[in-house]
């Protein structure tokens, strides 16, 4: 969905940095040979997550919803040089095909996979976080917050997807649209939460930043 008139949008995309060729040929290939490719983080979002990561500079990553591994090469671009990134996912089918790009690039050393719920898996990680990066299913955004949220360094980063969901978040809510109203709560969560101060960016499905105070 465009927020800005698509010419407008068109601007800005030829007026930011370009996307690196290995994620363009992840991408051809996620639309050549996955279901759903439109889950791809895309070109542009992943430039602002790169830069996003490189502004931060963490050392530790956990990303929650990995499909192709697009956005997880964009993050891996911000690590420190002895950083690692976490990501788990649930498609087992889908773990070589990401396992293929992240070697392929210079941060694979730096990937650790996890396949499986990430409700279980969180708890199990022993260790804090700088960045996170909510891209799963949308239902349990809550429930990722507070699993999460205590793993997060003092100053650290909370980056949640979609959170404007195709505009569904201002309009009427239909009784079974269960992503949509949580999507709502969400939204509601990290403004009130004083743990965290947020800002909305409505890039592409919209992008919420939220760092821990």
Not at 29 to 42: A, D, F, R, W
Not at 138 to 143: C, I, L, Q
């Amino acid at each position: 969905m465009f927020f800005l008139p698509e010419k407008l949008d068109e601007y800005v995309v030829s007026h930011s940095e370009a996307e690196p060729e290995l994620l363009q040929q992840l991408t051809r290939e996620t639309y050549q040979k996955i279901l759903q490719p439109i889950m791809l983080s895309g070109p542009y979002q992943g430039r602002v997550l790169s830069m996003i990561s490189k502004l931060i500079g963490p050392k530790t990553i956990l990303e929650l919803g990995t499909f192709t591994g697009y956005a997880t090469l964009c993050l891996a671009e911000g690590l420190q040089n002895d950083g690692e990134i976490h990501t788990i996912d649930v498609n087992e089918e889908l773990v070589d095909f990401q396992r293929k790009y992240f070697d392929k690039s210079p941060y694979g050393h730096q990937i650790h996979q996890h396949l499986g719920s990430a409700i279980d898996i969180i708890p199990t990680l022993d260790q804090s976080f700088d960045l996170v990066f909510i891209d799963a299913d949308k239902p349990n955004y809550v429930n990722y917050f507070h699993a999460v949220i205590d793993k997060l360094n003092p100053g650290g980063i909370i980056l949640s997807d979609n959170v404007l969901w195709h505009g569904k978040v201002i309009e009427p809510l239909k009784d079974k649209d269960y992503s949509t109203k949580a999507l709502l709560e969400y939204n509601t969560l990290l403004r009130n939460d004083k743990r965290v101060e947020t800002v909305v960016l409505p890039i592409r499905d919209g992008l919420t930043i939220s760092r821990k105070i």
